[in-house]
């Protein structure tokens, strides 16, 4: 398998808890360094917060994840000081095309006027968002980051948040007057605090990966319903960065 990317690894920093054995207490902890969790930080440290980001990683999302980045993403990304990075490095577009079987039967254009800062979408592996937002945060020194650090229990009081976090150095407890919960669709937080998240399941089976293969394909999102190489079902197309292409087949 070809690699167009190297996973960094980053070090486990024993968090001065450890050594004085006395809790910490932080204005606001953040819970994930995903993307959620690593722009929420950003956008407070930013305004002036004094924020600690928790995760119990030690590297950026595995896999591409979440490749499709829309205009309003873009622009939230320019007010963190990350979007000039993101965009050059991203596969921009602005058409989508439809297909039944082997005919075009809908398009559209998300940038039909000129002059605009950004274009309709931008196509980027979530591990390069992560890298970007990890470096911006490495630039606040307001902005703390623990890798290896678990949350194992957290309760909820009246005017704060009482962590107990695991690491490899040890345990260690903290609270805060802020917690913001960022651990993801299946967070464990959410569990000990026996919170459900209300959704819909939509119950169907599909195929996604990531190929590395060198296209003179245009940049545009295509859509195939009933294709002849996939028949009775549906397939997704989209162009992603080091000429990786994000192929989802629909196995119903």
């Known amino acids: 398998m070809q690699k167009t990317f190297t996973y960094p690894k980053f070090d486990f920093v024993p968090p001065p808890e450890l050594a004085s054995g006395q809790p910490g207490h ?46 309003r993403a873009l622009e939230v990304l320019d007010r963190m000081g990350c979007g000039d990075k993101f965009v050059q ?10 297909f039944f079987r082997e005919d075009e039967v809908f398009s559209f254009n998300l940038r039909p ?13 979530q591990y390069y ?19 290896k ?50 959704g819909k399941i939509f119950m169907d089976r599909f195929l996604i990966a990531d190929v590395v293969m060198a296209a003179d394909y245009p940049a545009e999102r295509w859509f195939w319903f009933d294709p002849p190489f996939h028949p009775n079902q549906s397939v997704l197309l989209h162009k992603q960065a080091d000429n990786v292409w994000r192929i989802d087949f629909q196995l119903g």
């Not at 204005?27 to 995760?55: F, K, N, T, Y």
């Not at 006027?113 to 592996?125: A, C, K, T, W």
């Not at 260690?172 to 651990?183: H, N, Q, R, T």
Request: net charge negative; hydrophobic share 40%.
């Open 113 to 125: 006027q000129e002059h605009h800062l950004r274009p309709g979408m931008v196509n980027l592996q």
């Open 149 to 198: 650090n678990n949350v194992i229990a957290v309760t909820p009081e009246e005017e704060k948040a009482t962590l107990r976090i695991e690491t490899p150095g040890g345990a260690y407890g903290l609270s805060a007057d802020w917690l913001i919960v960022a651990d993801g669709a299946r967070s464990p937080i959410r569990t000990m605090l026996g919170l459900d998240i209300e």
């Open 129 to 147: 968002l992560e890298e970007y937002l990890l470096e911006r945060c490495k630039q606040l020194p307001n902005l703390e980051i623990r890798f």
């Open 89 to 98: 490095k991203g596969v921009s577009w602005d058409v989508g095309r439809t």
């Open 26 to 71: 932080y204005p606001v902890v953040v819970v994930g360094a995903g993307p959620v969790g690593l722009s929420a930080a950003i956008d407070l440290a930013q305004m002036g917060q004094r924020v600690l980001v928790l995760d119990n990683d030690d590297t950026v999302s595995i896999g591409s994840r979440g490749v499709c980045y829309a205009k």
